[in-house]
């Protein structure tokens, strides 16, 4: 790449991050206050000896300001409203994260001590980027401790657009570790392709060559650009899909806002914001590597236009815009 392109690259890499720059103090005071409304939330509902409503609230005030206490609220709901496997995961975090009184954390590992007695206990080890959970249960990030009855459940691993589902067998009283690192192998393929026969195996007789040269095609960056566009395109269409899907997740929680519901919405926003970035990023270097001029050599003193390549912020987005 020419010195041109280099400079273009460098500019958007620095959009994106002044961006990252500027956005992410206003999601991290987001989080904060919306930790705050759900603990306020939780603790409404436990006064009205709504148990599981204040333990789902509890619990996603944790995983959105990580802290001791709010763990072990969230614990001791759970406790309260009959669900073991959910208060010993809870239980677990309290202890793991750092800052809990003395005497709540002598509460939790004794109170986690006997639940583990009657519960399978899974110890995921691997990257903090992967989320894990049972289905149904405790969402959280390894590494972490979940808990379930005995028996075989179905893990759940995300891994960015990924979901991987793999079987734990969890027996009574006893861990079992997972490492979640990563992903599973494929099954080996069971058929096999059919021996060749001797009908199969003639040789064909050999064919004369071309006389014509052959047709140069396409060079192989503009090859590479053609499918990263194409790919901007497709991610492009996921984000618009998945919006709809945000804004109907939205919609039903404001509707009935449970944890569940919550933890739709987040997500779907989330997987939203990463396909729009992917089919600019896709889009922009893909529309790069194709009209690109290849190996041209440009006179200094004809005084013909150079081929560039501008990015400027816009309303609702970045325009790429360049002339060639």
């Keep these: ?49 709504r148990y599981r409503e204040a333990a789902l609230h509890f619990e ?15 614990a001791t709901t759970w406790d309260k409203a009959e669900d073991p496997a959910r208060a010993a995961d809870n239980f677990s975090r309290a202890v793991d994260l750092p800052g809990l009184s003395p005497k709540d954390l002598k509460v ?20 903090s980027s992967v989320t894990v959970q049972f289905e149904g249960s405790t969402e959280t990030n390894p590494p972490a401790k979940l808990h379930s009855t005995p028996g075989i459940h179905t893990l759940l691993i995300v891994r960015g657009d990924k979901v991987e589902r793999r079987d ?6 006893k861990t079992v570790e997972v490492d979640v690192s990563q992903e599973s192998a494929a099954p080996p393929p069971t058929a096999s392709a059919p021996a060749p026969t001797a009908s199969t195996t003639a040789t064909a007789p050999p064919t004369e060559p071309s006389s014509e040269p052959p047709s140069k095609g396409p060079s192989t960056r503009k090859l590479v650009g053609y499918g990263m566009a194409g790919l901007g395109v497709v991610s492009a269409g996921v984000a618009v899909a998945l919006g ?6 939205r919609d039903s929680y404001v509707a009935n806002p449970t944890r569940d519901g ?35 050599k440009e006179d200094k003193d004809s005084g013909e236009e150079k081929a560039s390549i501008r990015l400027a912020p816009a309303p609702g987005g970045i325009q790429i815009g360049g002339t060639f």
Excluded: Q
């Design 1 to 49: 790449m020419g010195s041109s392109m280099m400079s273009f690259l460098r500019r958007f890499l620095a959009f994106t991050a002044l961006f990252i720059l500027v956005c992410a103090p206003a999601l991290h005071a987001d989080d904060a206050a919306e930790a705050k409304r759900r603990f306020t939330e939780g603790t409404k509902a436990l006064e009205a000896g």
């Design 60 to 74: 996603a005030a944790s995983r959105l300001r990580p802290h001791p206490f709010a763990s072990f609220t969230a």
């Design 108 to 127: 939790a590992k004794e109170r986690l001590a006997s639940l583990e007695e009657s519960l399978g206990t899974a110890s995921i080890s691997g990257p």
């Design 168 to 173: 734990v067998i969890l027996k009574v009283g």
């Design 244 to 249: 709809f899907k945000t804004l109907s997740a």
């Design 262 to 296: 919550y933890d739709s919405a987040t997500s779907d926003r989330m997987w939203t914001n990463v396909a729009w970035g992917g089919a600019l990023v896709l889009g922009g270097v893909g529309a790069a590597l194709i009209f690109w001029p290849e190996g041209k």
